[in-house]
């Protein structure tokens, strides 16, 4: 599976499409790890739009990842679902998908750790920046960012404030992927996907060169 790399995250903060001509835009671009997060609509909403993104990131062989709704994402076939902390406790989501793929979002290295314990396929990891895509607490910085990735034997996707004047700290950190969302929506999504999947390719090879 796909778990590195850049996830975009779908945020209408700071843009007018609907979140599945972001993630168009955003395969488009080249990225091939999406996560549907969407406060704002009713779960009915929600699986209908997660049915369209489904059928999307299908065709262009990328990973779908549903935030928040195990039983949406299994509905829709989609590749996984994120939980947060104060969402269904991991234990309980596994009972639903199977060996489907839970993401966890983590503040600290005793979550990380207890999320890779009870059997994360994944981790999140933030804030890492200041971030204005919601209220995430106070960020975590690079330092921390580094502590989680030496201790986790499964991937660490960095999230929170993440832009293209700091994504080398997060690769160099050991993340394996980052998680953007404002930094991607804010503009031409296609062109900033581009850049983003680009700068991370290239420094994969540069790190390799060395």
Do not use: W
Request: some cysteine.
């Amino acid at each position: 599976m796909y778990l590195n790399g850049i996830c975009f995250i779908t945020d209408r903060t700071y843009c007018s499409l609907s979140p599945h001509e972001m993630c168009m835009a955003a395969l488009k671009g080249g990225v091939r790890f999406i996560q549907y997060r969407d406060k704002d609509r009713t779960r009915k909403e929600i699986y209908y739009e997660a049915v369209r993104l489904r059928e999307m990131t299908l065709s262009a062989g990328a990973v779908l990842i549903i935030n928040d709704h195990a039983d949406i994402a299994l509905a829709v076939n989609a590749d996984g679902v994120h939980l947060g902390q104060d969402d269904l406790p991991l234990k309980e989501a596994r009972k639903i998908m199977g060996d489907r793929i839970i993401g966890i979002s983590t503040h600290d290295l005793e979550q990380a750790e207890e999320a890779q314990s009870g059997g994360a396929d994944y981790i999140g990891f933030g804030p890492v920046f200041e971030t204005l895509t919601k209220d995430a607490g106070n960020p975590k910085g690079i330092d921390n960012l580094q502590l989680i990735t030496q201790n986790m034997t499964i991937p660490v996707v960095a999230i929170g404030g993440i832009n293209s004047g700091n994504l080398a700290q997060v690769m160099d950190a050991g993340a394996d992927a980052a998680a953007v969302a404002t930094a991607i929506c804010k503009g031409d999504i296609e062109d900033n996907a581009r850049r983003f999947v680009s700068m991370v390719k290239n420094k994969i090879q540069n790190n390799r060169k060395s």
